[in-house]
């Protein structure tokens, strides 16, 4: 819930408003999946982009950097599951 809620909250660029619920989601895929998983990894990668939106670089460092290594700890564009995401949101290279 925390998750989409987050999600919805930056699709309409409520960036500061996002990031509560992105910290809850954090907390709670952690503690079920591990600190390993990938939905971990995603919330890491939305704080990143949170504070990146709304210039606090000096924030953002840490998070990307944490999103970036975790991605390529689990294969990067050859996990499945990241390679699928990234054509997704590219949909100009999907067929």
């Known amino acids: 819930m925390n998750y989409n809620i987050a999600t919805v909250l930056m699709a309409e660029s409520h960036w500061d408003a996002a990031l509560p ?3 809850a989601s954090r907390a709670v895929f952690e503690k079920i999946l591990g600190s390993t998983s990938l939905k971990v990894t995603s919330t ?3 704080a990143g ?8 670089y000096y924030l953002a460092e840490a998070p990307l950097k944490q999103c970036a290594a975790a991605r390529e700890a689990s294969g990067g564009m050859l996990n499945p599951d990241l390679a699928d995401r990234a054509l997704q949101s590219r949909p100009g290279l999907r067929t």
């Open 21 to 23: 619920y992105i910290e």
């Open 44 to 46: 890491y990668c939305m």
């Open 49 to 56: 982009d949170v504070y990146r939106n709304v210039l606090k």
